[in-house]
Each structure stands twice: as structure tokens, then as C-alpha cells.
């Protein structure tokens, strides 16, 4: 398997993870929702957040090739990166959200901008590697 | 619902799927990384330029493509903030259809590469768009929910005109004639191509939350709702 098919791989795994966690939000069931035992406390916003960003992930993953995506899954880790230190520093989003991100949205935060600017850095290697 | 026990089993569930998944991901990513070799590896040179930047995008198409989003950004929050305003202001609310249109017009514009032309003309309409946002939001038009006195600043006319101020700071370098594909602009070059998608993530994210909060009533912000001032639309 190449960098390339990784990059896709991880693309698809945090689109995947991110749709669900919106569309299950919608649900409130008690993994995910806004009840107050809910594992991953979000609400609406958050949940639409979640499934605009999975799909753009997935578009990153199926929609683009090689460099730009490489490139793409840098910037997605970018995103994330700008989310996790908003949502870090203003758990409600500065009152947007209703309901206070907990530790595992900050985990979920974090987690995708990391490897996505570590999958994308080095799939950016390896493209420009191929170009030569 | 799961007991407390369960709670406890299952927490951080997905971001244990993120988490391991990346870990995974990653390592197999740094073990399978093509060595360099040759005499770059060996004198600890980078890339050739020329080589490693042939699928980037030059500067200004990246810089279109990021216009573009934020004028199809402002575009979608007019043209959803529209039928409300309709009920509003009656035929002043054509005001919006006008804006959603001028501004996803100028996308495709915009995507043929930004020309000084165009960049004059989208900078003059959305600084024309701006200004009449600011005027209501500080002396107020004459009708309306809110006439005689200026409107609360919502989240979606909040998104929108940042959107339009982005916008404009971007099509300077285009006005002022800056040679964006000047080849020892490297840097910039993998810098605009990366904020592709943080920047037009940002802004569909903030245009779908405007979108949301347009929806369900909350355009002029929740004050606003919550006093009735606002007509929603029906």
C-alpha cells in the first residue's frame, strides 16, 4: 500500500467517524447527544460541524489525487487544528454551542488534526518524491 | 440508555476510533515512506523546486479557489436570508436575492482567474454590500422589525460581511498588481495551497451554521428572537 492510498485511507476513516458522530448526534442517544449522559455531549451546531467536516473529509479522500491530496489532508489537519484550540478555549464555542464540549470532542479534536497534518506532511513527501 | 457501568465502557469510543485509527494510519505511513537516495539525500538538499511544486497550484489559483468559497459563502447567507427579509422589508428584501446573485456570479469569474477587472468589480460590490450592512446596523432603515433604529449583529450578517472583508483584503495583491506567480515565492505557493481547505472548511461550516440559525429564526441573533422583534419567515 502507498503513502497515497494511506493518506486516502485515513481521509476516509476520519470522514466516516465524523459523519456518524453528526448523524448520531441528531439521534441524542447516550453516546452521543445533548443529554446531560451523553459520553460525547454535542448539540445541533456541533453535530452540523461535525457533518460538514466529515464531508469535506470524504471529499478529500474520493474528490482529489496525489499532491492536492496530500496537500488537502495537511489543511484538514489545519481546520482541525483551528477547531481544537477554539473549542479549547471556549468549551460552548463563545455561546454558539448550547452544550460544552467535553473531553472526548477535545480528544476527537485533536486526534484528527494531528494525524492528519502528520499523514499529510509525509504524503506530501512522498508525492514529491514520485514527481521526481 | 446504558448504565453506569456501560458509560464508563464506552467512553471516548470515538475518539478511541480516531485515535488508534490515526496511530495506525500514521505508523504505517512513516514506516512505508519512500528513502531518499542519491546524491540530495547525501548532501541533505531539498527537493528540486521545479519538481516537487508541479502539482501545486500556483498562487493564484489557490488564492481564486479561497475568493471563490468566500464569495460562495456570503452568496448562500444572502440568498437564505432573503425570503425572511421579503416578509420584512417587501421589496427592499430583493436587496438580498441581488447580493446572493452578484456574488455567485463573480465565483465563476473569480475561478477563471482573478483578473484586475474583476477584482475591481468584486471588490465595489461586496464594499457596496458591506456598507449597506453597516448602515442598518448603525443608523437603521426606515421600516422594518427594527425601523428607525439600528439591528442587532447575528451570527449569518456577522458571517457574511467577514466573508465580504476577507474577500476584499484577498483581491488586493490582484489590484495592486503583485506578481503572485513569481517563482521565488515557493513558500507562499505551499502556504496558499494549504489554506485551501482551512479557510474554505471554515467557511462552510460558518455558512452552514448561518444557514441553521437563519432557518430556525435567529438572523438577527438571539436577543432578537427572544424579544419577538424579529418576523420570521413562514
Known sequence: MSNQNTSMMWATLAGIVLVAAGLLGFLNTSIIGSGSGALIATDNIHNIVHLVTGLIALYIAFGLKGQQQATAVLGFGVLYLVIFVAVLASPTLFGIFSVAANAPIHVI??????????????ARGSATMMAR | MIGHGGHESVELLAAVVLVVGGGIVTLRMFLTRPRRTGPAASSGRGPEPGHAQAELPSVRRSLSVILAGLSGGAAVIHLA???????????????????????????????????RRAALVGITGNVAIALAWAYTRT????IGPFAGGPEPVGLPDGASVAFEALLVLGLLPVVRKVDL????????????SIAIVPVVGLVIVVTSLATVAIAVGLDHGADAHVTGAHVAAP
Open chain 2, 81 to 115: 436570508a432573503a425570503p425572511s427579509h421579503y416578509v420584512e422589508l417587501g421589496d427592499l428584501g430583493a436587496g438580498f436575492l441581488v447580493a446572493a446573485a452578484f456574488q455567485a456570479a463573480w465565483i465563476r469569474w473569480c475561478l477563471a482567474g482573478p483578473s
Open chain 2, 181 to 192: 506567480g513569481a517563482a521565488h515565492r515557493r513558500l507562499l505557493r505551499e502556504a496558499a
Open chain 1, 109 to 122: 479534536h485533536i486526534a484528527v488534526a494531528v494525524v492528519s497534518l502528520a499523514v499529510g506532511y509525509m
Open chain 2, 139 to 142: 443608523i437603521g432603515l426606515p
